[in-house]
Every structure is written in C-alpha cells, then in structure tokens.
C-alpha cells in the first residue's frame, strides 16, 4: 500500500500596502503548527507570485520530509527547474523529490523591466559582485531579519542600512530592503542555513519580479571547491522563471582573491561587513574567526591599515590568542605562516591558533563549531 506524503499547505496568498509599506504573505499550514510567512518593504511594490513562496520553503519541506501544495499555479518554467533542483538536491542530501503540487495553468508574468538587482550583504563576495563583475547593476537588495541580525536588534540594522545606502548612493544604485519573518517559520528553524537560505535569496527576486528581470547571487566557494551548500553555481540559476533569471556570480575566484581584488576600493575600507557573531554592538567586531581571517588576508596584502572597519595590526596578536579553535581548512592562516615579512608575534600566534586547532581535531572531542559557540556566547555575555 501506498502511503501519502504528508504536506505542507501554502494558501491564502495576500498582497496589501499600509502606508509606505509593501506586504505579502501566506498561510503555512504544517504538521506542526501553522504559521504566516511574509515579506515587507518600504523602498518598492512586492509581487505576490507563489513561486517565491516556494522557493523560500522548499529545502524546510524537504528536511521535513514534506511535499508543498499550493492554491494558487506555478509557472511552468520554474516546476520544469525545481524538477532538475530536486534531483540535485536528493543526490546530496538524500531528500525524496517531492515537486511542489499546484492547480494546472501558467500565470502570465510580465517583467516590468529589464533591470538587474543584486544580493547585497556588505560582504566581500556581494562587493566584488558589486565591484567588479562587468554586470550593470540597478538594485541593492538586502533582506533583514534573514540570517543574523534579529528584526528586534534596531541599532545594528540601522547602522546596516545606512552603510549599505551610503553604498548605493556612491555606486549610483537603489537600495532595496526587504524584512521577513522566515527563520521563524517551525520547519525553518530546524533547517540549517547552510541549506535553507539559497532559496530564501531566490525569493526575493521572484517578489522583485515586477521591477527586475535579472537576480545576482555572489558565490561562496569557487567552481573547483565548492560543496553542497545552499546557494551553489549548480543551484541557483535552477531557481529562474520565465520572468527571473538567476545568476551565480564569481565562482572562477576565491574569497582571498576578491578582498585582493577591491581591498584599494575607499568604499569597501570603510563599509566592508563579514561580522555574524555580532560580539560588537554594530559593525565588524574584529575578534570572530571571519573577521582575523578577513584581518590577516588584508595584512597579508599590506591593506589592513587602510580598513576603517576593522581594529588594526595592534590588538590581533591578542584576538588571534583569544580564539579557541579556528574554522575550516585556515588556509589563510596556514599561508601567512610562509610569510616572513609578518610580525613575528603575529606569526607565532597563528601557529599556535593552527596546532590547538588540529589538536582538537585530532582529538576527536567537541566539534569544533559547538566550540566557537560556545566562545561566542561568553564573549557576548562579558560585555
């Protein structure tokens, strides 16, 4: 016998404005609980096509081993996608390939223009993007309350905006900021990000889909070492319509290549944000793991001094010191210790951040990253 794949229904598809304010949102009805999904903006019209929607909840239905249904049709082009996405994603993550079941039909979409908006974060791959890509590009699109900075935590995220503005104000973009309640979602929170949020920033080109026809999503990890991840070069553009074409950009190159590539740039000295630990109150806290990485690539090239943003050569023996394990392959690190016109104080400290890092590993104890956590919420609580 057959058994049903549970669902998560998605109806009730709204669209409304209060005052200055765009909003669009779904009922989700789930195994669990029901809750509703949406997405606001001050700065332009959201459309209210399903097809964000389901971008958004794809990968979280998934984890939950539960198929979307909506009320409303998705466009042809982008089931005929997902089925390709799905594939993709069962091969990595063993997920069953449940395509999202809509009544039959094709919408009309019309692109209201030709325009191309890009994800833009402040970081090092969006301002590459930004910089250096060649792709012309009209819009900054930021979403708040997405990944780290709560929509509570005010002060951050008007220190954020007003960075990322002044940005667009000198590039002679538009800035666009969407808020969203989606990592509250139950089967968002426990989907891990590192899946979840591809299809988060997908979304937010199908709600631009009445301004824009093109969506730019900056890789994080280059064609050659890139693993499965959330937002990846074989992912993303199977996120397109008809009316959105997303495109991966910067693959070809690594991190370390781009903050190279614009480290000259006065714009990126003074508004570079990598921070997610939020230790500091606004900005870069220049102690995570992220930010001495992002330090020591920037000593490295002889432009951390130029770097407003960041606390400079003075205190990162002591950062570099205060760091219980380091993250990832340390590269960077690893290559910096070959470089013998550093600091030899700054050289020691990264050696012995590199040996505690592999004794740890060695010894098969904690994971690594619930250490980082854990460090991460004394150094919160001692402020």
Same mark, same amino acid.
């Given at each position: 016998?057959?058994?049903?794949?549970?669902?998560?229904?998605?109806?009730?598809?709204?669209?409304?404005?209060?005052?200055?304010?765009?909003?669009?949102?779904?009922?989700?009805?789930?195994?669990?609980?029901?809750?509703?999904?949406?997405?606001?903006?001050?700065?332009?019209?959201?459309?209210?096509?399903?097809?964000?929607?389901?971008?958004?909840?794809?990968?979280?239905?998934?984890?939950?081993?539960?198929?979307?249904?909506?009320?409303?049709?998705?466009?042809?082009?982008?089931?005929?996608?997902?089925?390709?996405?799905?594939?993709?994603?069962?091969?990595?993550?063993?997920?069953?390939?449940?395509?999202?079941?809509?009544?039959?039909?094709?919408?009309?979409?019309?692109?209201?223009?030709?325009?191309?908006?890009?994800?833009?974060?402040?970081?090092?791959?969006?301002?590459?993007?930004?910089?250096?890509?060649?792709?012309?590009?009209?819009?900054?699109? $930021?979403?708040?309350?997405?990944?780290?900075?709560?929509?509570?935590?005010?002060?951050?995220?008007?220190?954020?905006?007003?960075?990322?503005?002044?940005?667009?104000?000198?590039?002679?973009?538009?800035?666009?900021?969407?808020?969203? $309640?989606?990592?509250?979602?139950?089967?968002?929170?426990?989907?891990?990000?590192?899946?979840?949020?591809?299809?988060?920033?997908?979304?937010?080109?199908?709600?631009?889909?009445?301004?824009?026809?093109?969506?730019?999503?900056?890789?994080?990890?280059?064609?050659?070492?890139?693993?499965?991840?959330?937002?990846?070069?074989?992912?993303?553009?199977?996120?397109?319509?008809?009316?959105?074409?997303?495109?991966?950009?910067?693959?070809?190159?690594?991190? $370390?290549?781009?903050?190279?590539?614009?480290?000259?740039?006065?714009?990126?000295?003074?508004?570079?944000?990598?921070?997610?630990? $939020?230790?500091?109150?606004?900005?870069?806290?220049?102690?995570?793991?992220?930010?001495?990485?992002?330090?020591?690539?920037?000593?490295?090239?002889?432009?951390?001094?130029?770097?407003?943003?960041?606390?400079?050569?003075?205190?990162?023996?002591?950062?570099?010191?205060?760091?219980?394990?380091?993250?990832?392959?340390?590269?960077?690190?690893?290559?910096?210790?070959?470089?013998?016109?550093?600091?030899?104080?700054?050289?020691?400290?990264?050696?012995?951040?590199?040996?505690?890092?592999?004794?740890?590993?060695?010894?098969?104890?904690?994971?690594?990253?619930?250490?980082?956590?854990?460090?991460?919420?004394?150094?919160?609580?001692?402020?």
């Amino acid at each position: 016998m057959t058994v049903a794949t549970p669902t998560a229904r998605v109806s009730e598809l709204t669209s409304g404005r209060e005052g200055r304010t765009s909003r669009v949102s779904s009922q989700v009805f789930g195994q669990v609980s029901d809750q509703i999904l949406w997405f606001e903006s001050d700065d332009v019209e959201l459309a209210p096509y399903p097809e964000a929607f389901a971008s958004a909840l794809l990968v979280p239905a998934l984890e939950s081993g539960l198929a979307l249904t909506f009320d409303q049709p998705l466009p042809s082009t982008w089931l005929s996608n997902c089925r390709q996405l799905l594939r993709v994603y069962h091969e990595w993550w063993g997920y069953e390939e449940h395509l999202p079941v809509s009544p039959s039909g094709d919408p009309q979409r019309f692109p209201g223009s030709l325009k191309t908006a890009l994800c833009f974060t402040g970081g090092v791959d969006s301002f590459h993007t930004l910089l250096r890509s060649g792709h012309e590009i009209d819009f900054l699109v $930021n979403a708040q309350g997405f990944v780290d900075t709560p929509l509570e935590d005010f002060p951050r995220l008007i220190a954020i905006e007003n960075s990322i503005r002044e940005v667009a104000r000198k590039t002679g973009t538009t800035p666009i900021f969407i808020r969203t $309640n989606f990592l509250e979602l139950p089967m968002v929170a426990k989907t891990s990000w590192e899946r979840a949020h591809g299809g988060g920033l997908i979304a937010l080109g199908h709600l631009l889909s009445s301004v824009v026809a093109r969506l730019l999503i900056s890789s994080s990890y280059t064609f050659e070492t890139a693993r499965p991840w959330g937002s990846h070069w074989m992912t993303d553009p199977l996120g397109s319509s008809a009316s959105l074409q997303v495109i991966h950009v910067g693959a070809e190159l690594k991190r $370390n290549e781009k903050l190279w590539a614009i480290a000259g740039e006065p714009l990126v000295r003074e508004h570079l944000h990598v921070c997610w630990e $939020n230790l500091a109150p606004t900005g870069n806290c220049s102690r995570c793991d992220k930010c001495i990485r992002t330090r020591l690539q920037l000593l490295e090239c002889d432009q951390l001094r130029h770097f407003s943003c960041f606390e400079g050569e003075e205190s990162l023996v002591q950062d570099i010191d205060s760091l219980p394990v380091g993250d990832g392959q340390m590269r960077t690190h690893r290559r910096l210790l070959e470089n013998r016109q550093v600091d030899r104080r700054i050289l020691r400290a990264i050696d012995n951040l590199v040996t505690r890092t592999e004794r740890a590993r060695d010894a098969g104890s904690a994971p690594i990253s619930r250490l980082r956590r854990v460090w991460s919420l004394l150094q919160r609580l001692a402020k």
